[in-house]
């Protein structure tokens, strides 16, 4: 069974930095792509960043580019997001999104086999 849990949300003040964590289990790491995609209440999901298998194959958002950096671990199960420089509009609950398939769309946040609870980002400004 496959379980995907975010961790690392919390609030603070613009222009500050915080690192969110997702571990996912009973998945093959060195297969699948992953990414991190985050929603507003009463808004589409976005998605801001995706990553390969391989970690050679990277995108993000325009909204995010220059500011967030996805990374991971194939050994330890565990894709990460550092986040920068974070600003009121970031704020938002963050997903971890597992397995994206062929003919799904990272930005759209489509496609991803597995999701994860959420933890939620709120920055003040």
């Known amino acids: 069974q496959v379980q995907v849990a975010e961790s690392g949300g919390g609030s603070l003040q613009a222009g500050g930095s915080l690192r969110l964590s997702c571990t996912a289990s009973?998945?093959?790491?060195?297969?699948?792509?992953m990414g991190w995609v985050r929603q507003v209440p009463g808004k589409e999901r976005e998605g801001i960043a995706c990553?390969?298998?391989?970690?050679?194959?990277?995108w993000y958002s325009p909204s995010v580019k220059g500011r967030f950096t996805i990374s991971r671990d194939n050994a330890e199960g565990t894709l990460w997001l550092q986040m920068n420089d974070l600003k009121p509009e970031d704020t938002a609950m963050y997903y971890c999104?597992?397995?994206?398939?062929?003919?799904?769309?990272?930005?759209?946040?489509?496609?991803?086999?597995?999701w994860g609870q959420g933890t939620q980002v709120t920055v003040s400004s």
């Open positions: 990553i390969n298998w391989s970690s050679t194959n990277i």
């Open positions: 009973g998945l093959n790491w060195n297969d699948i792509a």
């Open positions: 999104a597992a397995d994206l398939r062929a003919g799904g769309n990272c930005g759209r946040a489509t496609g991803f086999a597995h």
